[in-house]
């Protein structure tokens, strides 16, 4: 198999016809559909489906399509590694990081990483902690990271900071001016969750568990996908909900308040976690200053 196959079978499964990949690669026609029969050919499969309006993906070539992106990133990385190499540059680093995370710690562990003189390339890409973690399997990203310690085998990681998520209510609500809250008063107040596979929605679940409960014995009245719009909610009193002090900015601490729950402990660790394999010179000297680095700041 050759690589213009695949950069060709790429161009005609983004571009949905034959004829407008063949002028996005400045090819012919018959060239273009030469190069996709010798990959079905090969596969021994049909990889298009075509018709008078375009082309659209087979079933297996879903699948191949995201193969291929994935080869040619790695390509494209592989060349930026070598030219780096003979330059004198140091490789790009590919970050994966939860939101929580990437929205509030990155920023500035990013200006302390680069103010430490520390160079090269980043490029950060943001989900929730589960989808993090499948990016660091996938290779999709060097590092990831994550809110909760990750259960699979072929990862490895590292601690790099202690969090304690509490409750966090609107400054106007009947619990403002309390330190704890019962364990009853808690599961029957409107709760404001993160998506499954969120960190913070973990430890949730955990500290849950610890007392025998789960996610069904809470008032749970929303789910939402980030952590500003659930404290927009919170702020307009639609209910309480739990999150990191990290989330909440000093310009935004007169419009919360909170409070600890008795019984139950949300504490968790964030963790800076990879594949077992080598890593480049940037990724450990990162990892490196990760764990170093970072001291709780409330």
């Known amino acids: 198999m050759h690589q213009p196959n695949w950069e060709t079978f790429r161009a005609v499964a983004e571009v949905g016809s034959i004829s407008g990949a063949a002028r996005v690669l400045n090819l012919s026609q018959s060239a273009v559909s030469q190069k996709v029969q010798q990959l079905e050919d090969e596969y021994g499969t049909p990889l298009l489906v075509r018709s008078a309006h375009g082309v659209r993906l087979t079933a297996a070539g879903e699948v191949l399509y995201r193969y291929v992106v994935k080869l040619l990133n790695t390509l494209d990385e592989s060349r930026d590694r070598v030219r780096g190499l003979a330059d004198g540059r140091p490789g790009p680093i590919k970050v994966g990081a939860s939101l929580t995370i990437a929205e509030y710690i990155l920023p500035d562990l990013l200006t302390r990483f680069y103010g430490a003189e520390l160079h090269g390339r980043l490029t950060v890409m943001m989900a929730n902690s589960s989808a993090v973690l499948d990016l660091v399997t996938s290779h999709t990203v060097d590092v990831g990271l994550v809110e909760h310690e990750a259960q699979r085998s072929n990862i490895i990681r590292r601690r790099f900071l202690h969090d304690v998520p509490t409750v966090l209510v609107h400054a106007g609500h009947r619990w403002a001016g309390r330190s704890r809250i019962s364990l009853d008063e808690f599961v029957r107040e409107p709760l404001i969750l993160r998506e499954p596979g969120s960190g913070t929605r973990a430890s949730v679940e955990r500290a849950l568990a610890g007392v025998g409960l789960?996610?069904?014995?809470?008032?749970?009245?929303?789910?939402?996908?980030?952590?500003?719009?659930?404290?927009?909610?919170?702020?307009?009193?639609?209910?309480?909900?739990?999150?990191?002090?990290?989330?909440?900015?000093?310009?935004?601490?007169?419009?919360?308040?909170?409070?600890?729950?008795?019984?139950?402990?949300?504490s968790r660790s964030f963790y800076a976690v990879h594949l077992p394999l080598p890593l480049s010179d940037g990724v450990r000297h990162l990892i490196r200053w990760l764990t170093r680095a970072v001291e709780p700041s409330y």
């Not at 929303?222 to 739990?242: C, F």
């Open 214 to 266: 789960g996610l069904d014995d809470l008032t749970i009245s929303l789910v939402l996908g980030t952590t500003q719009a659930i404290k927009a909610m919170v702020r307009a009193g639609l209910g309480a909900s739990v999150l990191s002090p990290l989330t909440v900015l000093p310009s935004e601490r007169d419009d919360f308040w909170s409070v600890q729950v008795e019984e139950l402990d949300f």
